[in-house]
C-alpha cells in the first residue's frame, strides 16, 4: 500500500513540473517575439504570470497529493518512500536540480508548518556531482585566427531577428573599436585563443542581451552586447567587458531574465566563468528558476556555518520601527522579520507589509530595489544567536518564535544581501565618495519613478551601498505605486497666521505629497544636503513628479539602462 502511494505520489509530482516547466519555457519563448514588436508591456506581463506559475502549480499538486494520499499524507515513512520513487524518476532528467527544488515545495506545501527535513527532502542534491553537457554547445566559437572585426560581424549575423538592424555594419565597427582599445591592448591573442558566445539571447524590459567570452592569455574575459529595438530598427547599445559591469547586469537587484535553455546547470557553470564571484543562487535567480536560486542560497548558508564560528547579531545601523533586522558579520546576508508591533508613526499590519514585498518579488526592480526570499520555519542553532539579539527577538517577534534547548525557529522571515545603509557610508565617506554617493541616490529615486514606484520613506537610512557603489532601496513597507500619488505644491500663505503657522493651514489628503518638503528631512549633513540640492534639485519640485506620473500613465515604458550612460555608443 505504501509503496504504491509513494509511487503514485511522485509521478502526480513529476507530472506537475513537466506541466509547469511547459508553461515556463512557453512564456519565455515569447519573449524575443515582444522584442520584435516594441511589446514592452507584455514584457512586464510575462515576467508577473511566469513568476505566478510556480506558486499555482504548487498548491494545486498539494491538493492533489492530499487527495491521493489520504490518511498517509503526513507519514515520515510514506514520504520517504516518495522521495526514492522520485530520485528513480531523475536519472534522466537533465534539469534534476529544478525538479528536486519542486519536489521540496510541494513536500513543504503539503505539510504546511516544516523546516528542511533532510529525510523527505533534497537537503543537497544527491546528483550534485553531476555535470550534464549538451552534446551540441549552446555556444558558438570563433577562433582566434580571425581579426576582431570579422568575429564581430559573424556574431551579428548569428544573431538575426524577424527584424533588421538599424545598421549592422555601423555598430560592427563600433564594437570593434571598443575592442581594440580596450581589450587588444591588454591582451595578446596567441593561438589558444577564441571566442565563445551564447547562442540563446537573453531578454530583460527593453532590452535583449548577446553574451559571450573571449579565451586570451590562459584566461576568460566577459562581454555582453546589450541591444535595443529603436524607431528604425536593432542597434547594439554598447559592449562591456568588464567583470564588474557584466555582474551590475546579473544583480540581484534586477528582474529575472528570459532565455531559452534546456540545461540549467550548463548554463550556469557558462555564466560562472564571466563572473565567479556571483553565488550560484543568484545565477538561478537570473535565469528565472528563482525557486531553486532560493534553494541554493539555502544551501549556500549551510555551508557557511559549517566553515564559520561566529554569532548572529542585530544589524548595524538604524533600527527598523517595522522590520527586526539581523546578522551574521561573516556572512553576506541579512535576515529580516516583520515586528508584533510596530513603532510610532507606523500604522500598518503584518500582512499589509507582506503584500509590499509581494509587490517588490513581482515588479521591475531596475536595478534599484533588493530582491528578497522568503523563508517560513527557519531554523537556527541556537548557540550561534548572541545573547542581545536573543532577548531583542524575543522582545518584539515574540509570535514568530519558537526556542527549545538548543534550536531558535522563526516562522517567517526574508533574506536579503548585505549592505552598508547609505547614513553609514555617508559618515566616513570622502568628498568624491560622498558625491558619487548621493549622485546614485537622486538617480536611485529617479529609476524607482520611471518604474512607477514612490519609496515612501526615502531616507537614508532605507537606503544601502553594494560593493560596486551603487545605490540600492531596501525598506518596503511604504512602497506604492507613483501614479496612485498626488503631488502637490505647497500653497502660497494667504496672511502673516498662517505664514508662522507650526501647523498645516491647507487640507492634506491621504495620497497627497509635497515634495518640498523632502528638504527637511533627506539628508541631515549640510555639504552633503548641498551636493543633493546642485545633482537633484528637481526631485523637491512636484512638477518633475507629476511629469513622471503623466509619461507612465500615457503608457510610455521609460528607460532605465543597467549600465552607465556614458558607456553608450550613442550619447542620446
Not at 530520485?87 to 527544488?101: G, H, Q
Not at 515588479?363 to 541556537?382: I, L, Q, S, Y
Not at 557603489?469 to 502637490?488: A, G, P, S
Request: negative net charge; proline residues 4%; hydrophobic residues 35%.
Amino acid at each position: 500500500m505504501q509503496t504504491h502511494l509513494a509511487r503514485g505520489a511522485a509521478n502526480l509530482i513529476m507530472e506537475g513540473f513537466d506541466a509547469y516547466l511547459q508553461s515556463f519555457e512557453s512564456i519565455t519563448k515569447n519573449a524575443k517575439k515582444h522584442f520584435e514588436n516594441k511589446d514592452w508591456h507584455s514584457i512586464q506581463s510575462d515576467s508577473q504570470a511566469r513568476l505566478a506559475l510556480y506558486k499555482s502549480k504548487v498548491k494545486e499538486l498539494m491538493l492533489q497529493v492530499r487527495e491521493l494520499m489520504g490518511a498517509e499524507v503526513e507519514s515520515s515513512n510514506t514520504w520517504f518512500a516518495t522521495k526514492q520513487m522520485y530520485s528513480n524518476l531523475l536519472d534522466e532528467r537533465k534539469d534534476y536540480e529544478i525538479a528536486e527544488t519542486f519536489y521540496n515545495s510541494v513536500c513543504r506545501k503539503v505539510f504546511g508548518s516544516i523546516g528542511m527535513d533532510f529525510d523527505i527532502m533534497y537537503g543537497f542534491s544527491e546528483r550534485q556531482d553531476y555535470e550534464i553537457t549538451s552534446e551540441i554547445p549552446i555556444y558558438r566559437t570563433y577562433p582566434g585566427k580571425y581579426t576582431a572585426g570579422e568575429i564581430v560581424r559573424q556574431v551579428l549575423r548569428d544573431h538575426q531577428f524577424d527584424v533588421p538592424y538599424e545598421d549592422m555594419e555601423r555598430d560592427a565597427t563600433w564594437i570593434t573599436e571598443r575592442v581594440e582599445q580596450e581589450l587588444l591592448t591588454k591582451y595578446k591573442p596567441d593561438r589558444q585563443t577564441r571566442v565563445e558566445v551564447l547562442k540563446s539571447v537573453f531578454y530583460r524590459g527593453k532590452g535583449a542581451y548577446i553574451i559571450g567570452r573571449a579565451f586570451m592569455e590562459g584566461q576568460y574575459i566577459p562581454f555582453i552586447l546589450p541591444l535595443l529595438h529603436g524607431d528604425k530598427g536593432i542597434f547594439v547599445d554598447t559592449v562591456l567587458f568588464e567583470s564588474n559591469e557584466v555582474s551590475i547586469i546579473f544583480s540581484f537587484t534586477r528582474s529575472y531574465f528570459f532565455v531559452e535553455v534546456d540545461i540549467p546547470s550548463e548554463l550556469v557553470r557558462f555564466l560562472r566563468t564571466l563572473i565567479p564571484n556571483k553565488p550560484i543562487s543568484d545565477l538561478y535567480n537570473s535565469i528565472g528558476f528563482n525557486k531553486h536560486g532560493k534553494t541554493e542560497m539555502y544551501r549556500e548558508f549551510l555551508h557557511h556555518l559549517e566553515n564559520s564560528e561566529d554569532q548572529f547579531i542585530i544589524a548595524p545601523g538604524i533600527r527598523g520601527m517595522v522590520m527586526c533586522v539581523f546578522t551574521l558579520p561573516s556572512y553576506d546576508v541579512v535576515f529580516k522579520l516583520i515586528k508584533d508591533k510596530f513603532d510610532p508613526p507606523k500604522k500598518m499590519t503584518r500582512p499589509q507589509v507582506k503584500e509590499k514585498y509581494k509587490l517588490v518579488s513581482i515588479h521591475d526592480r531596475v536595478g534599484r530595489m533588493a530582491d528578497t526570499h522568503e523563508f517560513e520555519f527557519f531554523e537556527f542553532d541556537k548557540k550561534r544567536i548572541s545573547p542581545e539579539l536573543l532577548t531583542h527577538l524575543q522582545e518584539v517577534v515574540p509570535s514568530l518564535l519558537e526556542i527549545t534547548e538548543d534550536k531558535v525557529l522563526i516562522k517567517h522571515l526574508y533574506t536579503e544581501r548585505k549592505m552598508v545603509p547609505l547614513n553609514m557610508y555617508l559618515d566616513t565617506a570622502n568628498e568624491q565618495e560622498a558625491e558619487e554617493a548621493v549622485g546614485e541616490y537622486g538617480n536611485a529615486i529617479k529609476q524607482l519613478a520611471a518604474a512607477n514606484i514612490f519609496p515612501g520613506d526615502m531616507l537614508l537610512k532605507n537606503f544601502g551601498v553594494t560593493r560596486h557603489r551603487r545605490v540600492i532601496f531596501y525598506d518596503y513597507d511604504e512602497i506604492c505605486f507613483l501614479t496612485d500619488c498626488n503631488f502637490r505644491r505647497i500653497p502660497e500663505p494667504r496672511d502673516e497666521y498662517e505664514e508662522y503657522s507650526s501647523e498645516a493651514w491647507y487640507s492634506v489628503g491621504e495620497n497627497d505629497i509635497f515634495p518640498e518638503e523632502f528638504k527637511k528631512f533627506l539628508i541631515g549633513h549640510n555639504h552633503i544636503r548641498q551636493m543633493f540640492y546642485r545633482l537633484h534639485g528637481d526631485i523637491f519640485d512636484a512638477k518633475f513628479w507629476r511629469e513622471m506620473q503623466q509619461r507612465l500613465k500615457n503608457g510610455e515604458v521609460l528607460d532605465v539602462f543597467p549600465y552607465r550612460r556614458r558607456k553608450r555608443f550613442r550619447q542620446i
